[in-house]
């Protein structure tokens, strides 16, 4: 046995030698995707911030803890003035540089490889937050037929798998389906997104989704519209709770 463990390590040491990686966000060498500094600077308890508990903008530093949601935490005003159809949403970081490269090479530039990472960096910072309670079931935002043709695989769907396994929670990959393809909201004014993903989602069993706690997993979180479309087709069809873990959010403007 400890003949195989030394041919392993031995083995391991050759293949890193041979064939070094780098790490996706400062290129350094690393044996990881991610090398330890880049996790401890951007994905770290040290680089946690305080954010809305609905929708996960941050909130302004030093200001005063505000009236609270059904999630028990602290509320941003446009949280407060106009609630969303969803409970909570949980990230592991915002949508800038140099984090946003890791969406962007996994989303566009195929590699599969990181989506583990996002995952595993997602299922830290869910597990960080002290009192969270956990969906019963977790579902990835669906591409529509054409862009799922167009890219071979849905990223939401790639992380979702292995942060279900983290957060050892069922997936349902086709609880909800996109009923039509719609133009990618980053392509359209904020004054039409609304109306781009309305009436996009469909539920393929209720009966999965009638008084539970739903999760919906998700690359990155911009305006918010594509998750409260979702989440209110769950809560139409009965859904108690729904929760948002996304990788990145996007930081208002």
Same mark, same amino acid.
Request: glycine fraction near 8%.
């Given at each position: 046995?400890?003949?195989?463990?030394?041919?392993?390590?031995?083995?391991?040491?050759?293949?890193?030698?041979?064939?070094?990686?780098?790490?996706?966000?400062?290129?350094?060498?690393?044996?990881?995707?991610?090398?330890?500094?880049?996790?401890?600077?951007?994905?770290?308890?040290?680089?946690?911030?305080?954010?809305?508990?609905?929708?996960?903008?941050?909130?302004?530093?030093?200001?005063?803890?505000?009236?609270?949601?059904?999630?028990?935490?602290? *509320?941003?005003?446009?949280? *407060?003035?106009?609630?969303?159809?969803?409970?909570?949403?949980?990230?592991?970081?915002?949508?800038?540089?140099?984090?946003?490269?890791?969406?962007?090479? !996994?989303?566009?530039?195929?590699?599969?490889?990181?989506?583990?990472?996002?995952?595993?960096?997602?299922?830290?910072?869910?597990?960080?937050?002290?009192?969270?309670? *956990?969906?019963?079931? !977790?579902?990835?935002?669906?591409?529509?037929?054409?862009?799922?043709?167009?890219?071979?695989?849905?990223?939401?769907?790639?992380?979702?798998?292995?942060?279900?396994?983290?957060?050892?929670?069922?997936?349902?990959?086709?609880?909800?389906?996109?009923?039509?393809?719609?133009?990618?909201?980053?392509?359209?004014?904020?004054?039409?997104?609304?109306?781009?993903?309305?009436?996009?989602?469909?539920?393929?069993?209720?009966?999965?989704?009638?008084?539970?706690?739903?999760?919906?997993?998700?690359?990155?979180?911009?305006?918010?519209?594509?998750?409260?479309?979702?989440?209110?087709?769950?809560?139409?069809?009965?859904?108690?709770?729904?929760?948002?873990?996304?990788?990145?959010?996007?930081?208002?403007?």
């Amino acid at each position: 046995m400890q003949g195989k463990l030394m041919a392993a390590r031995w083995g391991r040491a050759l293949l890193d030698r041979l064939l070094p990686n780098a790490c996706a966000l400062c290129g350094g060498d690393s044996s990881e995707a991610l090398c330890a500094g880049c996790e401890a600077q951007f994905f770290g308890p040290a680089a946690a911030i305080a954010r809305c508990v609905c929708c996960a903008n941050p909130l302004p530093s030093g200001a005063p803890p505000g009236e609270t949601g059904p999630a028990a935490g602290p *509320l941003c005003g446009v949280c *407060l003035r106009h609630p969303p159809a969803f409970e909570r949403t949980l990230v592991a970081a915002d949508y800038v540089l140099p984090v946003d490269q890791l969406v962007l090479q !996994l989303k566009f530039g195929h590699r599969l490889a990181l989506a583990p990472l996002c995952a595993r960096l997602l299922r830290d910072a869910v597990l960080r937050q002290q009192g969270v309670a *956990l969906p019963a079931l !977790l579902c990835p935002v669906p591409l529509g037929p054409r862009r799922l043709a167009e890219r071979g695989y849905n990223q939401a769907l790639e992380i979702a798998r292995p942060l279900a396994r983290g957060l050892d929670i069922a997936l349902h990959a086709r609880l909800v389906q996109r009923v039509r393809d719609t133009a990618a909201q980053s392509s359209v004014t904020p004054a039409e997104r609304q109306a781009n993903i309305a009436g996009a989602f469909a539920i393929a069993d209720a009966a999965l989704v009638t008084g539970r706690h739903i999760g919906v997993v998700d690359d990155v979180m911009t305006s918010g519209r594509t998750l409260n479309e979702l989440a209110a087709t769950l809560k139409r069809h009965g859904a108690a709770r729904v929760s948002n873990l996304v990788f990145a959010r996007t930081p208002p403007h």
